[in-house]
């Protein structure tokens, strides 16, 4: 009888500066590490496996890419490949691991190229490092969430822009995270500096009143989320839904029908409480729960619409 294998612990490649590494030389100096977070930028991309077709698909690639190279170029990093080209290299990644289960796709770009110093304004070209590893999808699964409103206020545009994907943002979302979960909620609303809502650490938030979808508009101290977008789009086109982008109050959490949130990384994730205040009955709404079967069909390919937005690797 064969006996099962241990999933590998790591993939066989990573994807930096230009070429398929393996994962024991893709190493950096300790000492790199003083500076490299300060301006680096990222991505979180997914790519879903299709059960019947047994093949993965990567979802919004070039939508992704695209939004890296804008956060490179907010930070004034000049990359050596444009976004078509590293789309082909997370292509090449993925093939090369053999990719066929759900997995996490990260693009990573730093100024990592020699300099000592934080300002590091002469070192244009940045590093990109791309690597992956195999997640576990919440969707379908019933998982719901607390949240509570956090007392720090979101970073602004003029302060650390946080419509891009850059790691230092996170200092903000760690400050509310790390507070809230102290106080026993799961995760974070947090507020602009005009004290309307803005988003979770990491993840948008709509909610749903008398069967509307609302969610706060891009200038509102969120990141420009792609599943924020893909998400609207559906509502109007599949589920017949109206939407409004505007201003959000923090009360209109607490009366809310419906709250969720969504991103790469939370996909949709019903929140059933905000500061304790129930929201609704406290279960999954209606509204969610049908997004949520229809984000999991078209991000796995399961007879579902929108077929530009997913690449086979
Ligand atoms: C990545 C991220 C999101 C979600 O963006 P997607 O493009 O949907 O993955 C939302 N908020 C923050 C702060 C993020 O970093």
Redesign the pocket.
């Known amino acids: 009888m064969a006996t099962p294998q241990a999933a590998p612990a790591h993939p066989k490649y990573v994807w930096w500066n230009g070429e398929l590494v393996e994962w024991d030389h893709a190493t950096v100096h300790v000492t790199a590490m003083e500076w490299v977070g300060v301006s680096a930028v990222f991505e979180?991309i997914k790519a879903y496996a299709n059960p019947e077709e047994e093949k993965a698909y990567v979802f919004r690639l070039s939508e992704?890419m695209q939004?890296f190279d804008e956060s490179m170029r907010l930070m004034r990093m000049e990359p050596e490949w444009n976004a078509e080209q590293l789309s082909e290299s997370v292509l090449a990644l993925l093939r090369a691991n053999g990719v066929r289960e759900d997995t996490y796709i990260r693009p990573f770009a730093y100024r990592g190229r020699g300099g000592r110093s934080f300002r590091s304004a002469s070192e244009n070209a940045p590093s990109i490092l791309i690597n992956t590893h195999p997640f576990t999808t919440t969707l379908k699964t019933g998982k719901t969430i607390t949240t509570g409103v956090s007392s720090w206020t979101r970073i602004s545009d003029n302060v650390m822009p946080?419509r891009v994907?850059a790691v230092a943002?996170y200092q903000n979302?760690q400050l509310a995270w790390q507070e809230v979960m102290r106080n026993g909620y799961d995760d974070a609303i947090i507020l602009n500096e005009r004290h309307k809502v803005a988003?979770?650490?990491?993840?948008?938030v709509m909610l749903v009143k008398r069967g509307r979808v609302i969610t706060p508009p891009v200038t509102a101290g969120?990141?420009e989320?792609?599943?924020?977008s893909t998400l609207l789009q559906m509502f109007e086109e599949q589920l017949g839904t109206r939407t409004e982008e505007r201003e959000v109050d923090r009360t209109e959490l607490y009366l809310a029908d419906e709250v969720f949130l969504?991103?790469?990384?939370a996909e949709v994730t019903p929140v059933v409480s905000v500061d304790r205040y129930p929201v609704g009955n406290g279960q999954i709404g209606p509204i969610t729960s049908r997004m949520i079967d229809l984000y999991h069909d078209v991000v796995r390919g399961l007879d579902a619409p929108y077929d530009p937005w997913r690449t086979a690797i």
């Open positions: 979180g992704h939004r946080p994907k943002n979302s988003e979770a650490p990491g993840a948008c969120v990141l989320s792609i599943t924020r969504c991103g790469t990384g």
